[in-house]
């Protein structure tokens, strides 16, 4: 089905063509003709299905019939700008992504969209909403500063979405949500969106919705297109297989997952002494210093980029080929999100596990999430009790810990808490070199 099946304005058409958009997805067919007759929704939709011009173009399409910017003959009248549309994301990036992807299908409109969220100046962000807005994408944190220090005004919103609500009540957003939909006009339309169907968000659903529609396209919890696979591998090694497949299949763009902010900088330094070029990104980044990784690895300038789970939602790499799950995460419904970042809009996509005998727990609550066996592998070298190499025998080994894959200590994690848990599980070195039994002395010579 094409998007000119529905009743969408033709500049909406022609912003959509422009994207290159053609056959619309499963959760677009389901979620447009309701959303443009004003219908409260709770739709669950894995990622990389297209959830944001599902929400977006429709709430567009109403925007245009509620100002009236053309007249008969589709002169463009004069408009301006009042809060209609508020979009609530979890992370920083996906505000990013949201507020971009919606200006882009608002392109031949005089709609004006600001992102606004935390981890970045501000007072730019107060003044682009302060000039003027019609949709607002906002991460709580930075909406509620807005709110309280320059008495930003939601009243007049008549269109509220949240995405990615299940991240959101992960990251303890519940009450923000609640007293969002108080601060909005009290006769106004909410959509949900969620890449899982958890009980909590039924419930919140339940709770903030007037008699929705309930969609769930989410038939598989990992998308059909992508090959997923596990490589076994001692845990002290797994950077060391990292390099050398990098090097051997001369793989250009990488992305690898790692569980802890620790992990992912002394990957980061692993690998540069590999002379494979990287960079890290996880929360305690600024958002210039994650823009720019993000930059530099979407253009081409770096090879692999080393992340938590903070990018697991919300990052769109176009045609991204590779997901490398360094480490398993803390909680198997992010192997989904992680994964999510290859085979998106209907393109083919490669992600790899490195498994170590300490994961085996995790790996199997995975595959029983995913209703999937995924096949294993070992590289020539690196069986299961093979002799370590030579650089590895002077090495006293601490004993890997079990991950602890609590929930709280998830949240945790990715709220920035400042007790770690754990320590990376690449590392184990006691006599201050590398986790791999290099030193980094000697490995700089």
């Keep these: 089905m094409n998007f000119d099946a529905f009743d969408l304005h033709r500049k909406i058409l022609n912003a959509v063509s422009a994207r290159g958009y053609q056959q619309l997805t499963q959760v677009q067919s389901q979620v447009l003709p309701l959303a443009m007759a004003g219908k409260d929704i709770m739709a669950c939709a894995q990622t990389g299905t297209g959830k944001t011009a599902a929400f977006a173009l429709p709430l567009l399409n109403r925007l245009i019939q509620e100002y009236g910017f053309f007249g008969a003959d589709e002169v463009e009248l004069t408009h301006q700008s009042s809060l209609k549309v508020l979009v609530l994301t979890p992370t920083r990036e996906l505000a990013i992504q949201v507020a971009e992807n919606i200006t882009a299908y608002a392109q031949f409109l005089p709609l004006k969209t600001v992102a606004v969220y935390g981890g970045s100046n501000m007072n730019p962000q107060r003044k682009a909403v302060q000039a003027g807005v019609d949709i607002l994408v906002a991460t709580p944190g930075r909406l509620f500063d807005l709110i309280g220090q320059f008495d930003l005004e939601l009243s007049n919103v008549t269109h509220l979405v949240v995405d990615e609500a ?60 992508i090959t997923q696979e596990v490589y076994l591998v001692d845990t002290r090694r797994k950077a060391e297989l990292l390099s050398e497949l990098i090097g051997r299949n001369n793989w250009q763009q990488v992305l690898v997952f790692v569980s802890t902010r620790e992990s992912a900088e002394h990957l980061h330094t692993e690998l540069k002494l590999d002379g494979v070029k990287n960079a890290v990104f996880h929360g305690e980044k600024t958002q210039g210093a994650r823009n720019r990784a993000l930059e530099e690895f979407k253009s081409g300038k770096l090879r692999v980029m080393v992340a938590t789970d903070v990018a697991a939602r919300g990052l769109d790499i176009e045609a991204l080929p590779l997901v490398i799950n360094l480490e398993l995460p803390f909680a198997a419904e992010d192997y989904v999100h992680r994964v999510g970042r290859t085979g998106r809009a209907g393109l083919a996509g490669h992600a790899i596990s490195f498994v170590s005998p300490q994961d085996r727990a995790m790996m199997q609550e995975i595959e029983e999430l995913i209703e999937q066996t995924l096949p294993r592998m070992t590289m020539v070298g690196y069986e299961e009790g093979a002799p370590l190499p030579a650089r590895y025998r002077d090495v006293v080994a601490k004993p890997a810990k079990e991950k602890s894959h609590n929930k709280r200590k998830y949240q945790d994690k990715n709220r920035g808490a400042k007790n770690a848990v754990g320590k990376s599980h690449f590392r184990g070195a006691a006599s201050g070199k590398s986790s791999y039994g290099r030193s980094k002395d000697k490995a700089k010579k």
Excluded: C
Excluded at 170 to 182: Q, S
Excluded at 202 to 225: D, F, H
């Design 166 to 225: 299940d991240r959101m009540l992960d990251l303890g957003f519940v009450r923000d949500i609640e007293k969002v939909k108080k601060l909005v006009a009290a006769s106004h339309q909410t959509l949900f969106f969620s890449a899982t169907y958890s009980d909590a968000v039924k419930t919140l659903a339940e709770k903030m919705l007037v008699k929705p529609e309930w969609i769930n396209v989410a038939t598989a919890a990992t998308a059909s297109l």
